[in-house]
Nanobody, 116 residues
Framework: QVQLVESGGGLVQPGGSLRLSCAAS????????MSWFRQAPGKEREWVAS????????RYKDSVKGRFTGSRDNAKNTMYLQMNSLKPDDTAVYYC?????????WGHGTQVTVSS
């Protein structure tokens, strides 16, 4: 059974930093690309970042480029999102995602709140 568990969210002031984690199980983590999504109140879920299976060339939503860094540790079956210079508009529930055998899997999300 595929399971994705996000952690690391919390309340932070504008300009602060957080590091999110996604612990994966139930599949061969090292062979799949992974993604981060987020959903703010009253808005649609949006893609944030993608991290290939090798952890090499990564892609980011334009508004987070230069501030967010995705990474993964395949030996630990874990993906990360380092978020720096956080803005109030980054406030959202952040979700881990993987597509496996034609099915999209999601964690339950971790809340990030950026507020002074």
């Amino acid at each position: 059974q595929v399971q994705l568990v996000e952690s690391g969210g919390g309340l932070v002031q504008p300009g602060g930093s957080l590091r999110l984690s996604c612990a994966a199980s139930g599949f061969t983590f090292s062979t799949y690309g992974m993604s981060w999504f987020r959903q703010a109140p009253g808005k649609e879920r949006e893609w944030v970042a993608s991290i290939p299976s090798t952890g090499g060339i990564r892609r980011y939503k334009d508004s987070v480029k230069g501030r967010f860094t995705g990474s993964r540790d395949n030996a630990k079956n874990t993906m990360y999102l380092q978020m720096n210079s956080l803005k109030p508009d980054d406030t959202a529930v952040y979700y881990c995602n993987v597509h496996r055998e034609g099915v999209a899997y999601w964690g339950h999300g971790t809340q990030v709140t950026v507020s002074s």
